[in-house]
T-cell receptor, first 116, second 116 residues
């Protein structure tokens, strides 16, 4: 069973540019969440999608957006990049609904974004 | 308020010895799940073990066990017979039923270094 796949693994962008990151969840998982990880702030929740709908959003500016496709694949977009957006962006997929145990999140290897 | 607290930024452990990683949590929800993840230098978050708030027994998964003390709101991870490959960052996380948003709240993490 294939795991969560994130592409690309590494990105270098300049300030002001925009970037799109992609995440393919585990087959059968309909929930995809995104997290930002930085040395200073740790792991912070960005948003979660289920069946192409954003169910929850973390406390991030509107420059951060995402979407989910009918095959559950998800993309996140960051516009007008700032130096502080440099981070490891992790995607996690989960089964959804029912017991909390079933919402265990499986993570991809992340996309390391560097903004220069 | 911090939902997950990990007070040990870093720990050293001798190979083949056991190590305990502390985790305390804060929630008023009766139904919640606690997760431990391992993050090696490659960046991927690897699920280790899960403990449900209603589980009467402490969870175990191979060399990993969770010392769950509900009244004290602690969920410490015990790694037995440490191996060099256990060197990584370890995160405690919680998902609350009440919020029903499938968001994981993470602690700051503990870096474990296993010495030969």
């Amino acid at each position: 069973k294939a795991g969560v796949t994130q592409t690309p693994r590494y990105l270098i962008k300049t300030r002001g540019q925009q970037v799109t990151l992609s995440c393919s969840p585990i087959s059968g998982h309909r929930s995809v969440s995104w997290y930002q990880q930085t040395p200073g702030q740790g792991l912070q929740f960005l948003f979660e999608y289920f069946s192409e709908t954003q169910r929850n959003k973390g406390n991030f500016p509107g420059r951060f957006s995402g979407r989910q496709f009918s095959n559950s694949r998800s993309e996140m977009n960051v516009s007008t990049l700032e130096l502080g957006d440099s981070a490891l962006y992790l995607c996690a997929s989960s089964l959804s609904g029912g017991k909390i145990r079933n919402t265990e999140a499986f993570f991809g290897q992340g996309t390391r974004l560097t903004v220069v | 308020a911090q939902k997950i607290t990990q007070t040990q930024p870093g720990m050293f452990v001798q190979e083949k010895e056991a190590v305990t990683l502390d985790c305390t949590y804060d929630t008023s929800d009766q139904s919640y799940g606690l997760f431990w993840y391992k993050q090696p230098s490659s960046g991927e978050m690897i699920f280790l073990i899960y403990q449900g708030s209603y589980d009467e027994q402490n969870a175990t998964e191979g060399r990993y066990s969770l010392n769950f003390q509900k009244a004290r709101k602690s969920a410490n991870l015990v790694i037995s017979a440490s191996q060099l490959g256990d060197s990584a960052m370890y995160f405690c996380a919680m998902r609350e039923r009440r919020s029903n948003d499938y968001k994981l709240s993470f602690g700051a993490g503990t870096t474990v270094t296993v010495r030969a």
